[in-house]
């Protein structure tokens, strides 16, 4: 029986990521196809690892595919397998990513990628719950629970008869959005502590605490790239880290440009910058109160009146 896979942590203290989080446990109680939807770099890779490990499946293998970078020549068996001898070169067989998880999870990242002919295939596949190797004389059962995931709109794909309805449909039980960091920017100090943390651990650096006006203008930046883009900023400043506080120019120099040239053109609400204040003063609420500008007694309030609880950390 192959370990158990590690779960890869999701950061969410927002409203908006928790919702995602709490639909996501309920759909992994279930053994529903899931279709996981959202702009490039918001984690959809780790709701589906997060899915998989709250599932019944737990235990088994999740195999991941990223269907853009499978050519449709080897598409069949790629997925399928094959046996020895199936073709030229086919110097022993090959399981095939469908078999690999068997009893567990596959995971069909930019699904929406696929060609009608590899489309086609998928759905034979869905639908029989059986798979046929290439050269083989049967085919054999099928246990495995799909997810699936895509930064494109299928909706849209289908009525322009680029991505079959049927398939679709098939992959359209479950769905979870996970939103674009921008629309979620509470989750931003929480991100970046979680980042300092794991490369802390794995480089052996020490890095120093975010200034509150650092993480003031990383709140109101936009964030194209969303989490993982914010992730790779974290990871630059481990590279050559600075002395004390990290500030604005100690950024990489297009975001410092940017952010420092006013072209963030992103909103902070009263909220997410208590959040962020909180944080970048490790919750010392005196300390916070003063980088605000208010009394202690008017940030108990504002934290009473916002649902701001002391334990709003990385989970």
Known sequence: MPARQSERPLIGISDAMRSVLAYAEKVARTDATVLLT???????????????????????????????????TLFEGEMFGYERGAFTGAERAYEGKLSLAQG??????????????????????????EVFRLGARASQPLDVRVIAATNQDLEELTARKQFRSDL???????????????????????????YVSELTRRTGTELGAFAPETLDCLMRYQWPGNVRELR?????????????????????????????????????????????TLFATQWNKCRAAEQLQWSRMTLYRKMAKYGIKGDEHPS
Do not use: M, W
Request: aromatic residues 4%.
């Open 38 to 72: 959202g702009p490039t770099g918001t984690g959809k890779e780790n709701l589906a690892h997060y899915i998989h490990s709250h599932s019944a499946r737990r235990d088994k293998r999740l195999v991941c595919v990223n269907c853009s970078t499978v050519p449709d």
């Open 104 to 129: 567990g999870t596959i995971f069909l990242d930019e699904v929406g990628e696929l060609t009608a002919a590899a489309q086609a295939k998928l759905l034979r596949v869905l639908e029989s719950r």
């Open 168 to 194: 679709f449909f098939r992959l359209n039980v479950a769905r979870v959005h996970v939103p674009p960091l921008s629309a979620r920017r509470e989750d931003i100090p929480a991100l970046i502590a979680h």
């Open 232 to 276: 790779n900023v974290v990871e630059a400043l481990f590279i050559d880290p600075p002395n004390g506080p990290i500030r604005v120019q100690h950024l990489p120099p297009n975001l410092a440009r940017l952010l420092t040239g006013g072209a963030s053109n992103g909103h902070c609400t009263e909220r997410e910058r208590i959040v962020a």
